[in-house]
């Protein structure tokens, strides 16, 4: 292709754009009305950033923000149109920052009778936004930006249209589209966004050293756009992000977990580690996974990169599995089982203690001369340290912290049972002490396989279904997941006349071992004899009554 060619097929490319992905996509009632009350009030409005991106892109979007011209214009413009709207819309007005959040429950207002048959007949492309039980439209004026080197937080004036896309994060967020009437659908795209749209690329509109280290979230936004999208971050832009990494320090812990809340959630979260790994973003941010990178040799002996195996649990973990016949993933089971029933992607949390399931190995990594590489324990010492982690990065203290530690200490459990003879008594234990719980660990220990080896693989898989045909089985009969030792240690001290002491806890084992062994039913009175028998071989004897 020559130069020529390429520059007409480049224009050809921005004026389609400009003809059908811009004008007709955004041709809905509720725009039209915002550009009709904004000409009413003598106001420019555009709507601008992600909701004109994702309109291009084809992706879903609900929340709108909508560009003013002009001092106070957009608190004018939120108002002016909650009142033409009436009962189905509540407006909360931010004075300190010049912003208004615009609430429509529904399109419910009397003025939509007053739009032409073609503009209704029209307005079919995005009609999400019509048919949405909430909409939210955020108004915010044209302004001016400049920030200090300590601060993210900008100094912020009144600025003209140019000012304020010259402020945006990326290219494809700095597109506009004017909603005044005689001007509708005219696109603004100062920064080539289409473009990088087009190519799939994340780039900064100005030089991305300054947009870094102004705003250092950006950063993270940068990677997060870039593994939602599947886009490429551009050269100079990947650079400037290790340059500026340092600069994270200054973002509070709650910014950040925000963004990596929502890069966890997408469909295949290892594109953004991987960029948070090369960025050097991640030491700064998650030390403890960063930890895991690298491979160590010795006597022509190496482990696996722990870093990358994780991913690919994250990965695994977060699929789309049988949803619209999306990837079915961790390989098929045995031929003669049925097959397991369609998942959908995990939950937060459950993502969590696959990205963490593995922290315990850098400090438990020893090399023994006969099995070579060796993480002993390490699921116990990860276990401790998921909860400092979650208390520095901000995440919640609570259930949830003590799910990701519960499934993070038993995630070798599964595996362990899947690697030798499946007995009840073994799936037992592992049932009473995963709890509720059992269903996630098994899905969190499936992703876990990982095997290039495509028999061991196969294996782990069978007696994976083994395992669970028999938690099936066992819940069944004997209701497990909400197990109690029916013995309690205030049972034992009445028994005995004890105090509290070291025997009570070996009681309550020994008869906690025969229940799960099936040496005794699960029911109060075996376990009462058992327990007195048990007593009696040490010399305990139960109390008189009086």
């Not at 020559?2 to 007409?8: P, S």
Request: with cysteine.
């Amino acid at each position: 292709m020559t130069i020529k060619d390429a520059i007409k097929e480049y224009d050809d490319f921005r004026q389609r754009t400009r003809q059908t992905e811009s004008l007709q996509a955004i041709d809905n009632k509720l725009l039209h009305r915002i550009g009709e009350k904004a000409d009413e009030l003598g106001l420019e409005c555009y709507v601008v950033g992600g909701y004109v991106r994702d309109i291009i892109l084809e992706r879903p979007s609900k929340d709108i923000d909508v560009l003013v011209v002009g001092e106070g214009g957009g608190i004018r413009l939120s108002q002016a149109l909650a009142k033409d709207l009436g009962r189905g819309a509540n407006v909360s007005i931010f004075r300190n920052f010049g912003t208004a959040q615009l609430k429509v429950n529904k399109w419910t207002s009397k003025q939509v009778d007053k739009l032409s048959e073609k503009e209704t007949e029209n307005s079919s492309t995005n009609n999400q936004l019509t048919n949405s039980s909430t909409i939210e439209i955020e108004f915010v004026g044209a302004r001016r930006e400049s920030y200090q080197r300590d601060s993210r937080k900008p100094i912020v004036e009144d600025g003209t249209l140019d000012d304020d896309l010259h402020r945006r994060d990326f290219t494809i967020n700095a597109l506009a589209v004017c909603l005044n009437k005689d001007r509708y659908g005219e696109l603004i795209d100062l920064f080539d966004g289409l473009l990088d749209l087009e190519d799939g690329i994340i780039a900064t509109p100005l030089d991305p050293d300054i947009t870094f280290s102004d705003d250092p979230l950006r950063m993270l936004r940068c990677i997060r756009f870039a593994t939602q999208l599947r886009f490429k971050i551009e050269d100079e832009t990947a650079e400037a992000l290790k340059r500026n990494a340092e600069r994270i320090k200054i973002i509070s812990q709650e910014r950040i977990i925000d963004e990596l809340n929502k890069i966890m959630m997408t469909s295949a979260p290892s594109i953004g580690f991987i960029e948070l790994s090369r960025s050097g973003l991640l030491p700064i941010i998650l030390p403890e996974v960063a930890a895991l990178e690298g491979v160590e040799t010795r006597n022509g002996r190496a482990h696996k990169d722990n870093f990358y195996h994780t991913l690919e649990v994250l990965d695994n973990i977060s699929k789309e599995q049988g949803a619209g016949g999306k990837e079915q993933e961790i390989t098929s089971c045995p031929s003669n089982s049925p097959a397991p029933s369609p998942l959908p992607p995990a939950p937060l949390f459950l993502r969590w203690a696959a990205l963490l399931h593995d922290i315990g190995k850098p400090r438990s990594k020893k090399w023994d001369n006969v099995a070579g590489w060796t993480f002993h324990n390490h699921n116990y010492i990860g276990q401790k340290m998921v909860a400092p982690l979650f208390r520095r990065m901000k995440l919640p203290m609570d259930e949830r912290m003590a799910y990701v530690e519960k499934l993070v200490g038993l995630h070798m459990r599964p595996i362990a049972i899947a690697d030798d003879v499946v007995t009840d008594s073994a799936v037992r234990r592992l049932l009473f002490e995963a709890g509720e719980n059992i269903d996630d660990l098994m899905r969190l220990c499936e992703a876990d396989i990982t095997s290039k080896n495509r028999e061991k693989k196969r294996r782990f898989l069978e007696n994976f279904q083994l395992v669970r045909e028999k938690l099936i089985d066992l819940q069944a009969r004997d209701n497990y997941r909400t197990w109690h030792n029916p013995i309690t240690g205030e049972e034992i001290m009445e028994t005995f006349g004890l105090k509290p002491c070291r025997e009570i806890g070996i009681l309550k084992q020994a008869v906690k071992d025969a229940i799960w062994d099936s040496v005794i039913p699960n029911d109060h009175d075996a376990a009462f004899r058992f327990m007195l028998e048990k007593a009696a071989e040490t010399g305990l004897k139960p109390i008189a009554k009086t």
